[in-house]
């Protein structure tokens, strides 16, 4: 069965860096796409970005752009993201999630695609 | 960036009963590239729709899409229990995605 399973709760001060790694299983990794989505305490889904694992190109939302950088280890069929300058507003439940509909065809429509798996989340705290 | 308005914020309702969830985009979307997913406390969202219309796998018929351009509506027949959560909105036509702010269905 398709899984992903993420890396382990983490804690940070303010200006540094987090890696957070998903690893994926039971499916052909660099067939769908893998989204990061993150989610403050209370607060609703936000978008961060995607990354094409077979190509590694990779896509964020304005507000991340600069900050969060998104790479994968095809080998190990590990997605990672990792997000600089950390402030307090950072801490949150962070997703992997894959993509539903396979790279050949989203590619062809230039389009992303709804996510149909995730990850359980991996929590970051930002805190002094 | 497509701006996704979810209405209303929080809907009451009893278990049997049918809901009807509101999602507006700022602009058309693309292909009707517009998902919707459940999230209960604690747990990761779940797909239920995708393509505005089409059901998740594994996705009971009491829940249905329906929409285009920039309207889009999920409907909840027969509330079970396990309903009561909340609801998201995404489009992915165009990158950058977004979500919607989400709406609370909670038991009245």
């Known amino acids: 069965q398709v899984l992903l399973v993420q890396s382990g709760a983490e804690v940070k001060k303010p200006g540094a860096s987090v890696k957070v790694s998903c690893e994926a299983s039971g499916y052909t990794f660099t067939t769908y796409d893998i989204n990061w989505v993150r989610q403050a305490a209370g607060q609703g889904l936000e978008w961060m970005g995607w990354?094409?694992?077979?190509?590694?190109?990779?896509g964020s939302s304005l507000k991340f752009q600069g900050r969060v950088t998104m790479t994968r280890d095809t080998s190990t069929r590990t997605a990672y993201m990792e997000l600089s300058s950390l402030r307090s507003e950072d801490t949150a439940v962070y997703y992997c999630a894959r993509g539903l509909s396979p790279l050949w065809l989203t590619t062809a429509r230039g389009v992303r695609s709804a996510a149909d798996y995730w990850g359980q989340g991996t929590l970051v705290t930002v805190s002094s | 960036e497509i701006v996704l308005t979810q209405s209303p914020g929080t809907l009451s309702l009893s278990p049997g009963g049918g809901a009807s969830l509101s999602c507006r985009a700022s602009q058309a979307v693309s292909g009707n590239y517009l998902a919707w997913y459940q999230q209960r406390p604690g747990q990761p969202p779940r797909l239920l729709i995708y393509?505005?219309?089409t059901r998740a796998a594994g996705i009971p018929d009491r829940f249905s899409g329906s929409g285009s351009g920039t309207d889009f509506t999920l409907s909840i027949s027969r509330l079970e229990p396990e309903d009561f959560a909340v609801y998201y909105c995404?489009?992915?036509?165009?990158?950058?995605?977004?979500f919607g702010q989400g709406t609370r269905l909670e038991i009245k």
């Open positions: 393509g505005a219309s």
């Open positions: 995404q489009q992915y036509g165009i990158s950058p995605c977004s």
């Open positions: 990354m094409n694992p077979k190509s590694g190109d990779t």
